[in-house]
C-alpha cells in the first residue's frame, strides 16, 4: 500500500480520507490507527490537521488563544468536497450564516453572545425542564409501544428534540413538523454530497423567515422563553438582528441532530451490548445517567470538530501555521487507551468517564445539561418498557459527514406483551 511521508511519520494514504464509506460506517478502527501512528497528522486531501490523541485534544481545547472558532471567515477558496458547479453561488449564504453563529466567534465577542442566553441553560434551570422531558418521552413511548415496531430515528429521536426545543421557544406545537424539515435541511452542512448547498441553503431560508416574526414579537414583548433570551440580546447591543435570527436556527438544529445520534447510536449500542441493557433495565433510575454519559462516549453524536490556526504552535513535535485548519476527532480522543481502560468495551458503568463529546474551556457545549437529561431520560424510559430490541437490517447506513454520526435510518421490533 503506498504510503506518504509527513513530519517523519509514515501514514498509509488512505488514512486520509475522511468521507471513505469504510470510514463513515465503522470510524473506530479508522482512527485508531491513526491515534497511533501519527496523533497529529496533516491530511493532504482535505488540506487540513486532523488530531486524535486524547491530550492533545485537550489541549487544544484549553489554548482558545491560539486556535480560532471563525473557521468560516478564516478559510479561503471553494468549499471541499466540491459542490455542483451551478450551486457555487450559495456558498456565500451558507458562508454567512455560519459567520453569525455564536460558536463561531472569539472573544470577546463569543464572552458577550454567550452571557445573553447562558442562564436559560444552567443545570438550574434544565432540572426545571425535566418534568416535562419525562413526559415527552412517556408519550412518544405511549404511542410507540402497541406497535411492536418503529424507526427510531424518525418515531423516537427526531420527534422528541423538536417537541422539547418548540416549548423552549414557545412556538406553535402544531409546528414541529415544519421545524424537524429546516433542521435536516440544514443538517448538511459537513456533508459530502455534491449537491449538498441546495437544501442547506432552503433550510437557512427557512429558518430566518419562520424565527423573524416571533424575534419581532419577544422584542417588543419579551417572555421567558428562548427566543427572548437571544431577542434581549439585540436590545442590548450584543447581537444584530440577523445574528438573533440565524442563533435562533443555530439553537434548533443543533440540539436536534446531537440528541437524535445520541438516542440511535446509544440504543445501537445497546442492542450490540445485551448484558448492559439487562443491566440498565434492573436499576434505571441507578444507571440512567452513566448510562448516558457512556453513550456519549462510546458512539458519540459529533465525531469532530474544527478550528483554525491563530498563532504558530507546536504540538506534538508539529509545527502549526496561522492561517491552517485543525479539525480534532472526538470520536478517536474518547477511545484513547492512555485515558481509558479497555476503550472499546460499552460499560454503562464506566467511572470515572472524562469523555470529550461535549469539548472543553470556553467553548464547552452551551446545551450539556439539557442533552444530557434528554439522554437519561430517553434510556431510563426505553428500559422501563422493552425487554429487548431487534434490528430489522444486518447493516445501518450513516450519514456521509465529516462531523456528525448519524444513522439514516434504524428500524427495530420488540414483542408487545399484554
Not at 489541549?59 to 477558496?77: N, P
Not at 427510531?152 to 414541529?176: G, H, K, N, S, Y
Not at 455534491?194 to 429558518?207: A, F, V
Request: include cysteine; proline fraction near 7%; aromatic fraction near 8%.
Amino acid at each position: 500500500m503506498n504510503e506518504t511521508q509527513q513530519g517523519g511519520v509514515a501514514v498509509e494514504a488512505d488514512l486520509d480520507d475522511l468521507l471513505a464509506e469504510e470510514v463513515i460506517a465503522r470510524p473506530y478502527a479508522h482512527f485508531a490507527r491513526l491515534r497511533e501512528r501519527d496523533p497529529v497528522h496533516w491530511n493532504e486531501k482535505f488540506g487540513l490537521w486532523v488530531v486524535t490523541g486524547y491530550d492533545p485534544v485537550v489541549w487544544i481545547l484549553r489554548h482558545h488563544e491560539l486556535f480560532s472558532s471563525a473557521v468560516i471567515r478564516g478559510v479561503k477558496g471553494a468549499p471541499y468536497p466540491p459542490v455542483l458547479p451551478e450551486d457555487a453561488p450559495l456558498f456565500e449564504e451558507v458562508r454567512t450564516f455560519r459567520a453569525d453563529q455564536l460558536v463561531e466567534q472569539d472573544r470577546p465577542e463569543h464572552l458577550a453572545q454567550r452571557k445573553t442566553v447562558h442562564s436559560f441553560f444552567t443545570p438550574t434551570a434544565m432540572e426545571g425542564w425535566r418534568p416535562f422531558v419525562r413526559r415527552a418521552v412517556d408519550e412518544l413511548l405511549d404511542e410507540l409501544w402497541p406497535r411492536g415496531r418503529m424507526n427510531v430515528v424518525t418515531d423516537l429521536a427526531a420527534p422528541l428534540p423538536v417537541r422539547i426545543i418548540a416549548r423552549m421557544m414557545d412556538v406553535p406545537r402544531e409546528d414541529m413538523d415544519t421545524l424537524r424539515g429546516f433542521a435536516d435541511s440544514i443538517l448538511h452542512l459537513n456533508r459530502g454530497e455534491p449537491d449538498r448547498l441546495r437544501p442547506l441553503t432552503e433550510g437557512i431560508r427557512g429558518i430566518i423567515e419562520y424565527a423573524r416574526p416571533f424575534v419581532e414579537e419577544r422584542i417588543e414583548d419579551p417572555g421567558d422563553d428562548l427566543i427572548s433570551a437571544l431577542a434581549q440580546g439585540e436590545t442590548d447591543g450584543v447581537f444584530t438582528r440577523h445574528q438573533v435570527l440565524v442563533n435562533t436556527g443555530l439553537m434548533l438544529f443543533a440540539g436536534h441532530e446531537t440528541t437524535m445520534n445520541l438516542i440511535c447510536n446509544g440504543l445501537r449500542a445497546f442492542i450490540a451490548h445485551p448484558a448492559q441493557w439487562a443491566r440498565l433495565r434492573a436499576d434505571p433510575d441507578r444507571f440512567a445517567r452513566t448510562a448516558a454519559e457512556e453513550c456519549l462516549r462510546y458512539d458519540p453524536p459529533v465525531k469532530s470538530t474544527q478550528r483554525i490556526v491563530a498563532q504558530e504552535a507546536e504540538l506534538c513535535g508539529k509545527t502549526l501555521s496561522p492561517g491552517e485548519r485543525i479539525r480534532w476527532i472526538i470520536a478517536a480522543a474518547n477511545r484513547d487507551p492512555a485515558v481509558f481502560e479497555d476503550p472499546d468495551r460499552f460499560d454503562i458503568g464506566r467511572q470515572p468517564n472524562p469523555h470529550l463529546s461535549f469539548g472543553s474551556g470556553i467553548h464547552y457545549c452551551l446545551g450539556v445539561a439539557l442533552a444530557r437529561m434528554e439522554g437519561q431520560e430517553v434510556f431510563r424510559g426505553l428500559a422501563r418498557r422493552f425487554e429487548r430490541f431487534q434490528l430489522e437490517t444486518d447493516e445501518l447506513r450513516y450519514q456521509p459527514s465529516i462531523q456528525f454520526r448519524s444513522i439514516e435510518s434504524m428500524p427495530v421490533t420488540w414483542k408487545v406483551t399484554s
